[in-house]
C-alpha cells in the first residue's frame, strides 16, 4: 500500500510523471498570480483603466473589456477567487463525505440506512440546477456559492468513502483492533482513514476542478457575487459581445480551461502516484 | 486631356447620382401594397390586450389591433384617429369629441360612442395601471347619439389630450366586454378591435400573427398583409435572425446594444432614429430619501456629480440614449415643458471636487482608506445592461469615497424589498415620462404617489410641499405657457433637492431591415398601428 505520509515518495512520483509536471507548473503560474494580484493591479480588477473594446497584446496584455477594465487584472484577481472556491468548497465536501461516508460504512445497519437514503436524496437533485436553485434562494454571495457548490458535490465522495470502508471494515486487522479493545473512534481515525485516503486525495482533486467549473458556471449565468471579479463572470459578460470582440470571452475561458486542466492532471499524477498497480 | 477626363468623370458622376436620385425618389415615396413584416421582441406578452395592461410588449402587439380616439404628431399635438373633431369648451370643463362613423370592430359590429364610453369609464380608467393618471378628472362620458362623445371632467386636465392614443386609452367593444369579468374575458387573447390589423392566432412561445384589416376606415391602408411577432429566447439568436434578413425588426431591448451597434454596420440593416418621443423613458438612480445618508440633500447631490452622465451614455448604452437634465425628459422641448435654464448643471468640470466638498460639509468625513460611507445598490434587475452599469456606478462612487456593495435580486424581490418594504438604499430604474410630465414624471416625486402597494410610484418617498404644490398646479392649470412655467420650476427645484439621481433620457430606438419603410412616422415610433408601414422586396 501506498503511503501518503511519505510524501517524499509520492512527491517525487508526480514530479517524474510528464502530465503531473505540466500540472504543477500551470498552477504554480495560478497560485503566484492569484498572491501576487494586489501588487500587479493595485487598481483592482473594477477600475476602468482604458478605453473599453482594446484588443489584446497592445497597450494591455490581455486587451480591455467593454468598459475598459484591464481583463488581465481580472483574470489575475480572478484565479484568486476560483482557487479559493476550488479549496474551500473541495475542503467542505471532503469533510462531509469523509464523515457521513465513514460512519455509514464502518457501523452499517441502521445508521448506514439512514445515511445512505440521505445521501441519495442529495444525489437525486441535478448537481447544477440543484447549485443554482440554492443561490437563487440565499441570494449571491461568495459563501452562499461555495455552500451551494458543497452540498450538491458531497453525496459522490460519501458513497465512495463507504464503499472504501466496508471493504476495509472486514479485514482481520481491524477485527483484531476491535478485539484489542480499541475505540471506534481510534479505529475510524487510526486505522481505517489511511487506507481510503488515497481515494479519497484523488476524488477531491477532481472536486477541485468540478468546484471551479460550477462558480464560472453559475458567475456566467450572473449568479455570482457582483462585487468579484471571477473568470465566469467576464466570460458570461463578454459573451454579449463575443462577434465584435473575442477576446472578452476567449481569455477568461482559457484561463479555466488551463487551471481545470492542470488539475485533473495532478489528479490523475496523484492517482498513478497513489495507485500500487501502476508501478512500471 | 487629364483635366478633360476629370471634368467628364464629374460629369458622369453628377449624371448618374441625379439619375440614381430620380430612380430612388419614386421607389421610396410610393407605398407598395403586400408583404408582411416580421417583429421580434421580448419578452413574450403576458395578454393581448393593453387596456388592461401596460406590459410594454402586450402594447406593442395591441396597438396594431386597437385604435384611440386620437394619434399624435412629432410635437405632440393631437391628430384626428377614431375621433375626427373635437372641441374644448371655454372652461376646460367639457370636450366634445365627433367619432367617425364608417368604422366597423373586426367582428362587422359598427363602432359607437357607446363603445368609448364604456371603454374609457368601464375599463381604462380603473383597470389600466396608469388609467388614474391619464383619466382620473374624468367625470363621466355622455353620448348623445351614436357618434358624438361629451367627455365632463372634474377641472380642466390639459394632460388628457395627450393620452388618448391606442397606447395608454385603446377603445375595446363593449358588446364583447359588458358585463363580463373583463380580465377573464377570452377576447383578452382573442381580441377583436378597429385597428389596422386583425388578430389570428397566438401559437405560445413562439409567434403571434396578425393579418391586414380589409375593412379598415383608412381607405387603401393598412399597406401591409400581415405583421409577425416572433419570440425568440436568446438574444444572440434574435440578432442573427435580424442579420439573416429572416426578423425584419427588433425592438430596443431584444437586441444587446453592443450586437446593435454592430448590426447597424450591415449594409441591409439600419437603426432608424425616433419613434419614442411620445414615451420619453428617463433612467435613474432612486435614492432612499428617508434613510441615512440619502436624508441629507447634499449626499444625493454628491452622487448626481459623481457620475459621469456622457460616459454612462457612451460606454454602457453605446449611445442610445442623452445624458439627462432633469426629471423632463429634452423630448418635450417642443411642448416647452422641458428647461435647462436655471438647473444645476451636473456634468461641470470640477464636479468630483464639488462632490466631495458637499459631503466633507454633510460630515462624512472620509477615515484612513478614504472611505466616507457604505451603501448598497440594488442593481435594477433588467438585464447584464443594467448590471454593467452598476460595475460603473460603484467605481464613479468610489472616487469620492462612497463605498458601493452590488446586490442583484431577483425581479419580485427587487419589488416587494424596493416598492413595498422601502428597504434599500439605492437602485436603479426607469420609468415612462409620456407625453406630458403630469402622466409620467409626476409619480416619482409627488408625496400622494407613496403608496406601498402601488410599485413605481414615489419609491425614495420624497414628500416636500412645495413641489407637491406645483404638481397639483399643472394638473388643474389650463394654459399651456402657464403650465409649462410650473414644469420648469419643478425641474429647477428637484434637481437641487436630487431625490431622485436622473441619468440618461433612453432613445428606444429599434432595428430594421432596409426593406421596411416608414419605420417611424409618428412619436410612438413601433409602439403605433404601422398602418402605413411597407415593405420593398
Not at chain 1, 498572491?35 to 480591455?64: K, Q, R, S
Not at chain 2, 428597504?423 to 402622466?439: E, H
Request: aromatic share 10%; hydrophobic share 45%; charged share 20%.
Amino acid at each position: 500500500m501506498a503511503d501518503l505520509l511519505n510524501k517524499n515518495s509520492v512527491l517525487r512520483k508526480i514530479v517524474t510523471n510528464v502530465s503531473g509536471v505540466i500540472s504543477l507548473v500551470i498552477l504554480g503560474i495560478i497560485v503566484l498570480l492569484a498572491i501576487f494580484a494586489p501588487v500587479l493591479y493595485p487598481d483592482g480588477p473594477f477600475e476602468m483603466v482604458g478605453n473599453p473594446f482594446m484588443p489584446p497584446f497592445g497597450e494591455f496584455l490581455f486587451g480591455t473589456d467593454m468598459l475598459g477594465r484591464d481583463i488581465a487584472a481580472g483574470i489575475a484577481y480572478g484565479a484568486r477567487i476560483s482557487l479559493l472556491v476550488g479549496l474551500v468548497a473541495t475542503f467542505i465536501i471532503v469533510l462531509l463525505g469523509t464523515v457521513i461516508g465513514g460512519l455509514a460504512g464502518y457501523y452499517g445497519g441502521w445508521v448506514d440506512t439512514l445515511m445512505m437514503r440521505v445521501t441519495e436524496f442529495f444525489q437525486t437533485i441535478p448537481t447544477f440546477i440543484g447549485a443554482i436553485v440554492i443561490v437563487a434562494i440565499l441570494g449571491p454571495t461568495l459563501p452562499n456559492v461555495i455552500g451551494a457548490i458543497a452540498i450538491v458535490s458531497w453525496a459522490p465522495l460519501a458513497r465512495l468513502v463507504r464503499a472504501e470502508v466496508k471493504k476495509t471494515v472486514n479485514l482481520e486487522y481491524i477485527e483484531a483492533c476491535i478485539a484489542l479493545g480499541m475505540s471506534d473512534i481510534r479505529i475510524l481515525i487510526v486505522q481505517i482513514l489511511p487506507n481510503v485516503l488515497s481515494t479519497v486525495v484523488v476524488a477531491g482533486s477532481l472536486m477541485v476542478a468540478t468546484a471551479i467549473l460550477f462558480e464560472s458556471g453559475l458567475s456566467f449565468l450572473g449568479l455570482g457575487d457582483p462585487n468579484i471579479m471571477t473568470w465566469g463572470f467576464m466570460v458570461g459578460a463578454g459573451r454579449s459581445a463575443i462577434r465584435t470582440a473575442w477576446w472578452m470571452v476567449t481569455i477568461p475561458g482559457l484561463a479555466i480551461l488551463f487551471t481545470v486542466l492542470a488539475i485533473n492532471l495532478l489528479g490523475d499524477a496523484f492517482n498513478e502516484a497513489l495507485n500500487p498497480r501502476s508501478k512500471r | 486631356m487629364f483635366t478633360m477626363r476629370r471634368r467628364a468623370l464629374c460629369k458622369a458622376v453628377v449624371a448618374s447620382l441625379a439619375s440614381a436620385a430620380m430612380l430612388a425618389l419614386p421607389v421610396s415615396a410610393e407605398p407598395k401594397r403586400g408583404g408582411t413584416v416580421v417583429i421580434t421582441s421580448t419578452p413574450e406578452p403576458p395578454i393581448l390586450t393593453n387596456a388592461l395592461s401596460s406590459a410594454p410588449v402586450t402594447n406593442e402587439v395591441a396597438t396594431k389591433i386597437f385604435d384611440g380616439l386620437l394619434e399624435y404628431d412629432m410635437d405632440l399635438n393631437p391628430l384626428p384617429s377614431l375621433a375626427t373633431s373635437w372641441e374644448v369648451s371655454d372652461d376646460g370643463k367639457t370636450v366634445t369629441f365627433n367619432l367617425r362613423d364608417d368604422v366597423t370592430w373586426h367582428d362587422g359590429e359598427p363602432f359607437t360612442s357607446a363603445d368609448v364610453q364604456f371603454s374609457l369609464m368601464e375599463v381604462v380608467k380603473s383597470h389600466h395601471p396608469r388609467g388614474n393618471s391619464n383619466l382620473g378628472p374624468l367625470e363621466s362620458i355622455d353620448t348623445p347619439d351614436d357618434h358624438t362623445a361629451v367627455f365632463h371632467l372634474e377641472h380642466p386636465y390639459v394632460p388628457l389630450m395627450r393620452a388618448l392614443s391606442s397606447l395608454e386609452a385603446p377603445i375595446i367593444p363593449r358588446h364583447i366586454y359588458e358585463g363580463t369579468d373583463f380580465r377573464n374575458n377570452p377576447a383578452v387573447n382573442d381580441p377583436i378591435g378597429t385597428g389596422p390589423f386583425k388578430f389570428v392566432e397566438w401559437e405560445k412561445g413562439n409567434y403571434i400573427r396578425l393579418e391586414r384589416n380589409d375593412d379598415y376606415w383608412r381607405d387603401g391602408m393598412p399597406y401591409l398583409d400581415g405583421i409577425i411577432f416572433r419570440f425568440i429566447a436568446d438574444a444572440a439568436t434574435r440578432a442573427a435572425g435580424i442579420e439573416s434578413g429572416e426578423i425584419d425588426i427588433a425592438t430596443f431591448g431584444a437586441i444587446n446594444p453592443v450586437e446593435m451597434r454592430r448590426l447597424e454596420t450591415l449594409p441591409d440593416i439600419s437603426i432608424t432614429p425616433g419613434g419614442y418621443e411620445g414615451i420619453t423613458p428617463m433612467m435613474l438612480l432612486e435614492l432612499n430619501n428617508k434613510r441615512a445618508p440619502f436624508d441629507d440633500k447634499r449626499v444625493r447631490q454628491a452622487v448626481a456629480y459623481a457620475i459621469d452622465r456622457q460616459f454612462l451614455t457612451d460606454r454602457i448604452w453605446y449611445g442610445f440614449g442623452t445624458p439627462a437634465v432633469g426629471p423632463i425628459s429634452s423630448a418635450l422641448e417642443g411642448s416647452g415643458a422641458f428647461t435647462d435654464e436655471g438647473v444645476i448643471d451636473f456634468t461641470v468640470e470640477d464636479r468630483l471636487d464639488i462632490a466631495r466638498n458637499l459631503l466633507d460639509e454633510a460630515g462624512y468625513t472620509p477615515d484612513e482608506n478614504g472611505v466616507r460611507m457604505q451603501i448598497v445598490h440594488d442593481v435594477g434587475p433588467f438585464g447584464e445592461d443594467w448590471r454593467r452599469m452598476g460595475e460603473y456606478i460603484k467605481q464613479a462612487l468610489s472616487k469620492v469615497g462612497i463605498q458601493v456593495e452590488l446586490r442583484n435580486r431577483d425581479y419580485p424581490t427587487f419589488v416587494r424589498k424596493v416598492h413595498n418594504e422601502y428597504d434599500f438604499d439605492m437602485t436603479s430604474s426607469w420609468y415612462i415620462g409620456m407625453a406630458d410630465p403630469t402622466l409620467g414624471v409626476q409619480r416619482n416625486t409627488w408625496s400622494e404617489t407613496i403608496n406601498p402597494k402601488v410599485p413605481y410610484g414615489n419609491a425614495s418617498r420624497y414628500d416636500n410641499p412645495e413641489t407637491d404644490a406645483l404638481w397639483e398646479a399643472a394638473q388643474t392649470e389650463a394654459d399651456p405657457e402657464k403650465r409649462n412655467e410650473i414644469f420648469h420650476d419643478l425641474q429647477r427645484q428637484l434637481v437641487e433637492d436630487s431625490p431622485l439621481v436622473w441619468l440618461m433620457e433612453m432613445n428606444l430606438v429599434a432595428v430594421n431591415n432596409d426593406r421596411v419603410h416608414n419605420m417611424i412616422t409618428s412619436p410612438l415610433g413601433i409602439r403605433d398601428g404601422l398602418y402605413d408601414m411597407w415593405v420593398s422586396e
